[in-house]
């Protein structure tokens, strides 16, 4: 099975092929966020390396959120109509397991998060498993403080990945075990992991349907859903 | 997302419309808006094919609109685009959504050049020199609002649910200009429009006739509106005729539908003997993508392709004319 995989969900891209379990070519690329210019030239150059054409893909997995609004779109779009003009197989990871896959320590307890400012985190818990990520608390657009105490009550050692360093002095206080040091790479989505992830998963069944895990409404439509509960949050666009 | 042949035969043109979703903010909101594109595009694409009965083998390219317009609009449609191209190897288009609206005009009769064009929608109102295919210079823009901006302010201000052009247009009709609003730059020796001016004489009107208790009518306050913002828009693009000798004048963009706007052009050019006058289709002077496939036939025999790296151009432009006076 030829997969690709795409994470751009936040700063780096991140696009592999694989070929069942062996990586054919991958790469991570931090220096820009040019991902509406670079993503999709990548994804020719890669396959272009690996010797396949775009029908040859069996399956695209993308990394579909939370993450900057952009960046995920971007991702998603490209890999929702990848998946349903050739009509392949599409299946959408979560942009914090992929972070939490990067530790290679069964049974350890990783927190991935991103930075949404003003205190807020999109972030996770996860606990290695079989060698993959398992959900422990849902990812969620949460208040860092809180997050942290949640991850406290583990009483557990915790790797911290993803922003983690724009808390340091926080996560010190708040978590009473051991954070072991991430090295630098770890806190970079990998897109061949996200690819070894992905081969195992069950695909979208409406690949039309598929949209972006904001993990957040839009302010306009959070203000509105407060001043109107009572009205039906069903389909506003119409084809005419 | 249309299917179109050679630039003149719609096989299909598919609009998704987010205006119920608008209208709870009483205007379009971007990151709502990018949200619905990325729930409808692969939807439209494959409604598109099957209205057109046409595979991928059967196209020639893909166009898209990269610019002017929202960033995270313009975004899904040229990811998309990008995509659809990539994967079945077809040569990517790019097109400016000004000139796809120019454009929905070629489904009334061939463009004959040079031509000119008075495009008028939400986002712009401009006089645009064409003087051989392919080529688009800007000879008169507005200052400050675009028309279509001005509706809705107003329409806003007689509680008209966004968008408001059909309504304020309609009631038009039904009054009288009794209120004789200024008309801003009409005389002055450029192609450049003003409506500011127009809007705040229209609510300062409304809000004194509020303040003493008095009620307006609806009706003349639109017809004294429309007819302030028909009498500059005619009488600069005589004016721009006059500069610009062409042969044909096309009036696009959306709007371009305002019945007083169309009528009143008619009028104008009725006996102009060199200038024909060809308005966008009715159904054509919204945003649509038949209007988009018709230019992308032209940009197609130019040359005019992009590559995977194109991105989304939130403030694309025409050049101005180099004889311009600006
Ligand atoms: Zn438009």
Redesign the interface.
């Given at each position: 099975m030829k997969i690709l995989a795409i994470d751009t969900s936040n700063r780096p891209l991140s696009v592999a092929v694989l070929d069942d379990s062996n990586v054919l070519a991958a790469i991570t690329v931090t220096v820009h966020q040019?991902h509406?210019?670079?993503?999709?030239?990548e994804?020719?150059r890669l396959l272009a390396m690996a010797e396949l054409k775009?029908?040859d893909l069996d399956r695209v997995v993308v990394a579909a959120g939370p993450g900057s609004?952009?960046g995920i779109?971007?991702a998603?779009?490209?890999a929702?109509?990848?998946a349903?003009?050739?009509d392949i197989e599409l299946v959408a990871v979560s942009s914090l397991a992929t972070l939490a896959a990067n530790v290679p320590v069964e049974g350890a307890l990783v927190a991935p998060l991103f930075d949404a400012r003003n205190q807020n985190v999109f972030a996770g818990l996860y606990r290695i498993k079989g060698g993959v990520p398992v959900s422990e608390i849902a990812d969620a657009h949460t208040n860092v403080t809180t997050y942290l105490e949640a991850i406290n009550e583990y009483g557990e050692p915790v790797w911290f990945l993803g922003d983690a360093s724009h808390f340091t002095e926080l996560i010190d206080t708040t978590i009473s075990a051991a954070t072991p040091n991430v090295s630098a790479w770890m806190n970079l989505p990998q897109a061949a992991t996200i690819g070894l992830l992905g081969r195992h998963e069950t695909p979208v069944k409406d690949?039309?349907?598929f949209?972006?895990n904001?993990l957040r409404l839009?302010?306009?439509?959070a203000e509105?859903r407060a001043k109107?509960p009572e009205e039906d949050t069903g389909s506003?666009?119409?084809?005419? | 997302m249309a299917v179109i042949e050679d630039g003149h035969k719609i096989l299909s043109n598919v609009v998704a419309t987010q205006i119920k979703s608008h209208q709870r903010f009483g205007g379009v909101v971007p990151e709502v808006a990018s949200r619905h594109h990325i729930e409808e595009i692969t939807i439209c694409i494959k409604d598109a094919l099957q209205e057109a009965q046409v595979g991928y083998d059967d196209l020639d390219a893909v166009a898209v609109t990269y610019g002017p317009g929202l960033v995270g609009a313009l975004l899904i449609g040229v990811t998309a685009a990008k995509t659809v191209a990539f994967a079945h190897s077809l040569p990517l288009i790019p097109i400016n959504h000004m000139a796809g609206h120019i454009y929905a005009a070629r489904y009334v009769e061939p463009i004959e050049f040079p031509a000119m064009a008075l495009l008028v929608s939400g986002g712009h109102t401009e006089l645009v020199y064409m003087p051989a295919e392919n080529q688009f210079e800007i000879i008169g823009e507005t200052r400050d609002d675009a028309a279509g901006e001005a509706y809705d302010k107003v329409g806003r201000v007689m509680g008209v649910n966004y968008p408001a052009g059909k309504t304020v247009d309609q009631w038009a009709h039904e009054g009288h200009d009794t209120f004789k609003f200024p008309r801003a730059m009409e005389k002055d020796d450029n192609l450049d429009f003003s409506f500011s001016g127009l809007k705040s004489a229209f609510i300062n009107t409304t809000h004194h006739a509020d303040q003493i208790g008095e009620t307006l009518s609806k009706q003349d306050l639109s017809a004294s509106f429309q007819q302030a913002v028909v009498d500059v828009l005619a009488e600069k693009t005589q004016h721009a005729l006059a500069d610009y000798p062409v042969k044909q004048l096309i009036l696009a963009g959306g709007v371009a539908a305002n019945q007083g706007l169309r009528e009143r052009l008619e009028r104008d050019l009725a006996h102009n003997p060199t200038t024909h006058l060809v308005k966008a289709p009715l159904k054509l002077c919204g945003d649509n993508a038949a209007m988009i496939g018709a230019f992308a036939y032209v940009a197609y025999q130019h040359g005019v392709f992009a590559d995977a790296t194109l991105n989304a151009d939130p403030s694309l432009e025409f050049d101005w004319a180099a004889d311009s006076a600006k």
């Open positions: 040019k509406a210019e670079y993503l999709l030239p994804i020719e775009p029908t609004y952009t779109r971007i998603v779009t490209t929702k109509t990848l349903a003009t050739l690949v039309d349907q949209v972006p904001y839009t302010q306009a439509e509105w109107n506003y666009v119409e084809k005419i | -």
